[in-house]
């Protein structure tokens, strides 16, 4: 096991804890048929594709260099916790992992458009 991938592994959990997501409904989001490789990636067993950490970032909401972060503090994670989940069925996990990244695309748009001075 590298440290990276405990790193990614420790953040993943303390994310999935934070918004009370099992390890069920994550592998769900991540179309995986057993939660078992979640705990694998949790606990830094096994490296995490790159399609699936961004799909946990959208449905976590936060920026994909959050779960490479070794300072996983609150700070970070307070825009995120504005828009915790709970009771979800499996269907609306789905739905809100696609808006958050729909969401984190205009943000970016937009601050790019300010930079550039260019007016919506």
Do not use: W
């Not at 990636?41 to 799909?55: D, M, Q, S, V």
């Amino acid at each position: 096991m590298d440290n990276k991938n405990k790193l990614v592994g420790a953040n993943l959990k303390a994310l999935r804890k934070a918004f009370g997501y099992t390890q069920v409904e994550l592998a769900t989001v991540l179309g995986i048929n057993d939660r078992e490789t979640i705990s694998y990636y949790e606990n830094g067993e096994r490296k995490i594709p790159l399609a699936h950490l961004n799909r946990l970032a959208d449905l976590f909401n936060v920026e994909l260099a959050v779960l490479f972060s070794d300072d996983l503090t609150d700070q970070k994670l307070h825009k995120a916790f504005a828009f915790r989940k709970e009771e979800l069925k499996e269907k609306d996990l789905l739905v809100l992992a696609e808006f958050n990244r729909i969401v984190k695309s205009y943000i970016k748009i937009a601050r790019l458009e300010k930079k550039h001075g260019i007016q919506p």
